[in-house]
């Protein structure tokens, strides 16, 4: 049963009674959420909107059959801003996951590198494609390394953290312990197509919500099981950052995002 949490998203649901309809469908029985937040994260780069997290929850609460709202993300460790972060998230009652995120370090140093060497660029380009590229791509490249290198830059670093083999087995987990009677997907990762399919298999009702062009064909291909796909962009109302809202509030935008 849909009850909103706020006025502001009563207020949204009385012009939007579709998409609440809809929601109904999709939450008329026991259902738990997973929100790999890392993948959700950068959706806001495509939709051109931010996801509230205050509000997001919020929405959620507005339906009575939600039992959890499963959230995986790293922190920075040492990183007061990401910690604090993390604990902002816990406060909104999300049941969170949480780990550090590691720092890879990659040498970029070309100096004892010949020009047609692939030993630098096979770090970050996959080898099939680096089978397609001319000799002359490859020495292009490793000058570019080589002008790093003279600006003092000798290691680049990447940051990873993923949560697919935890969503995965929570989920399964959750299944096995009856826990639920329908799964709720915030991701687009093609990792997840297994635990989906064995989740749909099993006769479960499966949700996947995510943003055109961010989802992988493994789990488009799984609409043929009986996969169903929300795109968030109807959410938009319910879920951006206030300011981001056509439905202004009369409250200090700043003071009600945070």
Same mark, same amino acid.
């Given at each position: 049963?849909?009850?909103?949490?706020?006025?502001?998203?009563?207020?949204?649901? /009385?012009?939007?009674?579709?998409?609440?309809?809809?929601?109904?469908?999709?939450? =008329?029985?026991?259902?738990?959420?997973?929100?790999?937040?890392? =993948?959700?994260?950068?959706?806001?780069?495509?939709?051109?909107?931010?996801?509230?997290?205050?509000?997001?929850?919020?929405?959620?609460?507005?339906?009575?059959?939600?039992?959890?709202? =499963?959230?995986?993300?790293?922190?920075?460790?040492? @990183?007061?801003?990401?910690?604090?972060?993390?604990?902002?998230?816990? =406060?909104?009652?999300?049941?969170?996951?949480?780990?550090?995120?590691?720092?890879?370090?990659?040498?970029? @140093?070309?100096?004892?590198?010949?020009?047609?060497?692939?030993?630098?660029?096979?770090?970050?380009?996959?080898?099939?494609?680096?089978?397609?590229?001319?000799?002359?791509?490859?020495?292009?490249?490793?000058?570019?390394?080589?002008?790093?290198?003279?600006?003092?830059?000798?290691?680049?670093?990447?940051?990873?953290?993923?949560? @697919?083999?935890?969503?995965?087995?929570?989920?399964?987990?959750?299944?096995?312990?009856?826990?639920?009677?329908?799964?709720?997907?915030?991701?687009?990762?093609?990792?997840?197509? @297994?635990?989906?399919?064995?989740?749909?298999?099993?006769?479960?009702?499966?949700?996947?919500?995510?943003?055109?062009?961010?989802?992988?064909? /493994?789990?488009?291909?799984?609409?043929?099981?009986?996969?169903?796909?929300?795109?968030?962009?109807?959410?938009?109302?319910?879920?951006?950052?206030?300011? /981001?809202?056509?439905?202004?509030?009369?409250?200090?935008?700043?003071?009600?995002?945070?």
């Amino acid at each position: 049963m849909f009850t909103p949490k706020t006025e502001k998203i009563k207020k949204i649901a /009385e012009d939007k009674p579709e998409i609440v309809k809809h929601l109904e469908e999709i939450f =008329n029985v026991s259902t738990r959420i997973y929100i790999d937040y890392a =993948n959700v994260r950068p959706w806001s780069t495509k939709l051109g909107w931010h996801i509230d997290l205050k509000r997001l929850r919020q929405l959620f609460d507005s339906f009575d059959t939600i039992e959890a709202v =499963n959230f995986y993300s790293g922190y920075l460790e040492g @990183d007061g801003r990401s910690e604090k972060e993390i604990k902002e998230v816990e =406060n909104q009652k999300y049941v969170v996951r949480t780990k550090p995120v590691k720092i890879l370090r990659f040498s970029i @140093d070309a100096s004892s590198v010949s020009a047609d060497s692939t030993a630098l660029v096979k770090q970050f380009i996959r080898r099939a494609l680096l089978r397609k590229y001319e000799v002359g791509t490859i020495e292009y490249l490793n000058q570019r390394f080589a002008d790093m290198n003279k600006k003092g830059e000798y290691f680049i670093e990447d940051r990873k953290c993923n949560f @697919d083999v935890e969503i995965g087995v929570d989920m399964l987990l959750d299944y096995e312990r009856n826990k639920t009677e329908a799964f709720a997907l915030w991701s687009g990762d093609s990792d997840f197509a @297994d635990p989906l399919e064995k989740l749909l298999k099993a006769g479960k009702k499966v949700f996947l919500f995510a943003t055109a062009g961010r989802i992988s064909s /493994e789990l488009n291909d799984l609409k043929k099981s009986g996969l169903e796909i929300i795109d968030i962009f109807d959410l938009k109302e319910f879920i951006c950052w206030p300011r /981001e809202s056509a439905y202004k509030s009369t409250k200090d935008p700043v003071s009600e995002a945070l």
